[in-house]
């Protein structure tokens, strides 16, 4: 009887909700685990301040051109569809405010988030993935250094310094994409749309949005780190292990937005 049970579909698709549940259990430990530990070796810096500038570089410098691409033409395309309308409607004195309230609060800090998964995350999880699956990381150990300390500590130091700065850049060159893109679409006053802007933005915007760039640098860093270091089984282990990095990053990192929303904003 127990034979038959265990060929039906209900069963089968059960063991396929209990594997991802265990999965989803295990690789979360495993990143809390991970961020502990990367927390305690911080008392020793176990880094130099030459790495963590080598991954400053890595992780703004090389990430800003595909991120100010993102962000600036999500900009204009907002522009271009509020623009036209809010002129119609004699509401021109409120573009810039919008536009710039978006970018700040949302659509800088978000498409910022998801360009650097897409670069720089994917990156450092085939990365350390790499090396696991070809045993360097082993090799690390035998010479008794602490992989998490050599190898996350300049990663994610890097990525939580560098996070505002590319926020910050990327919001601004969205604000004024979306100026350019104003003033073409409705013919709306670079002066009546910076104008707006001073009206609407606030000191409290740009600090959440500080905050929030702060902490989806460290959470991106650490997940795509900690997902590369639990790669096994070969280059298939390597393939595995980036796609659960991307993942894991694009879902925190929206889960962050929504707490940080509730919290600031409500």
């Known amino acids: 009887m127990k034979i038959y049970y265990k060929a039906t579909y209900t069963y089968k698709?059960?063991?396929?909700?209990?594997?991802e549940f265990e999965s989803f259990v295990s690789t979360l430990g495993r990143i809390v685990g991970y961020g502990l530990e990367f927390f305690c070796g911080l008392k020793n810096f176990p880094t130099t301040v030459k790495e963590i500038l080598f991954q400053c570089a890595r992780f703004g410098v090389s990430s800003l051109p595909i991120t100010l691409s993102i962000v600036g033409m999500t900009s204009v395309i907002v522009a271009m569809q509020v623009a036209g309308e809010m002129v119609k409607q004699g509401g021109g004195n409120y573009v810039g405010m919008l536009v710039s309230i978006l970018m700040v609060r949302e659509e800088g800090v978000i498409m910022s988030g998801f360009a650097i998964i897409s670069m720089i995350g994917s990156s450092l999880a085939s990365e350390i993935a790499t090396m696991r699956v070809t045993e360097q990381i082993d090799a690390i150990q035998v010479l008794h250094v602490n992989p998490v300390h050599y190898l996350f500590t300049p990663r994610v130091i890097a990525g939580t310094i560098m996070m505002p700065?590319?926020?910050?850049?990327?919001?601004a060159v969205g604000i004024l994409g979306g100026a350019i893109a104003s003033n073409l679409v409705s013919g709306l006053s670079y002066k009546a749309f910076f104008d707006s802007v001073w009206f609407g933005l606030n000191m409290h915007d740009l600090n959440v949005c500080i905050m929030k760039a702060i902490s989806f640098g460290f959470v991106i860093t650490l997940i795509s780190c900690s997902c590369g270091m639990a790669a096994k089984d070969g280059a298939k282990g390597v393939g595995l292990a980036t796609t659960k990095a991307v993942v894991w990053s694009f879902v925190a990192i929206v889960i962050l937005d929504l707490i940080f929303a509730a919290a600031c904003f409500y």
Do not use: P
Request: hydrophobic share 70%.
């Open 13 to 19: 698709i059960f063991r396929a909700f209990q594997a």
């Open 165 to 171: 700065l590319v926020v910050v850049i990327s919001s």
